[in-house]
T-cell receptor, first 114, second 110 residues
Framework: DTAVSQTPKYLVTQMGNDKSIKCEQN?????MYWYKQDSKKFLKIMFS???????INETVPNRFSPKSPDKAHLNLHINSLELGDSAVYFC?????????????FGPGTRLTVT | GQQLNQSPQSMFIQEGEDVSMNCTSS?????WLWYKQEPGEGPVLLIA?????ELTSNGRLTAQFGITRKDSFLNISASIPSDVGIYFC??????????FGAGTILRVKS
């Protein structure tokens, strides 16, 4: 009965490749997010979707493209991976419209680009 | 944009001691949240605060939303080894994204 799940847990790939990370939540929440956590553990929001609609798009390279097929899923596709993309990526979800408090996080996907 | 200053950066304490950490902001926040992250896991919500002056407890954890709405603190009483992890404050300035502090790394000596 995992609340927010992500796959894969670990992803090791070479520069230039394209990869996807999947996220699913079974909390019935309306809003989902992608965060990036760097090597210094700093958490920064990348995207937010509310009911499949993009509502936050931070200054993220357009090589990153989120896709929300339904409100329970938010996937992240990354094209032409670069060394600097290495980080832990977290999916999160919250109740209610627009961006709201009490975000619940998935276990993270550790991406290593070599 | 908004910035959160979280301190201390790290703490190494003896089991049984009380712990205090805080966050300050340059602007007013409507909501303060405290999360804990353990190695290899995602942040877990500990306490959410919604009103200035609000004091909320969750077991041995107590957090307060500052009266000025620009700060919050988290106290942990009688620390135990499983308290180790990174504690993050997060604030919501309005109908906007959450802003996170840089985290406080807590280590406990048993």
């Amino acid at each position: 009965d995992t609340a927010v799940s992500q796959t894969p847990k670990y992803l090791v790939t070479q520069m230039g490749n394209d990869k996807s990370i999947k996220c699913e939540q079974n909390l019935g929440h309306d809003t989902m997010y992608w965060y990036k956590q760097d090597s210094k553990k700093f958490l920064k929001i990348m995207f937010s979707y509310n009911n499949k609609e993009l509502i936050i798009n931070e200054t993220v390279p357009n090589r990153f493209s989120p896709k929300s097929p339904d409100k329970a899923h938010l996937n992240l596709h990354i094209n032409s991976l670069e060394l600097g993309d290495s980080a832990v990526y977290f999916c999160a979800s919250s109740q209610g419209g627009l961006v709201s408090y009490e975000q619940y996080f998935g276990p993270g996907t550790r991406l290593t680009v070599t | 944009g908004q910035q959160l200053n979280q301190s201390p950066q790290s703490m190494f304490i003896q089991e049984g001691e009380d712990v205090s950490m805080n966050c300050t902001s340059s602007s007013i926040f409507n909501t303060w949240l405290w999360y804990k992250q353990e190695p290899g896991e995602g942040p877990v919500l500990l306490i959410a605060l919604y009103k200035a002056g609000e004091l909320t407890s969750n077991g041995r954890l107590t957090a307060q939303f500052g009266i000025t709405r620009k700060d919050s603190f988290l106290n942990i009483s009688a620390s135990i080894p499983s308290d180790v992890g990174i504690y993050f404050c997060a604030g919501q300035p309005g109908l906007d994204k959450l802003v996170f502090g840089a985290g406080t790394i807590l280590r406990v000596k048993s």
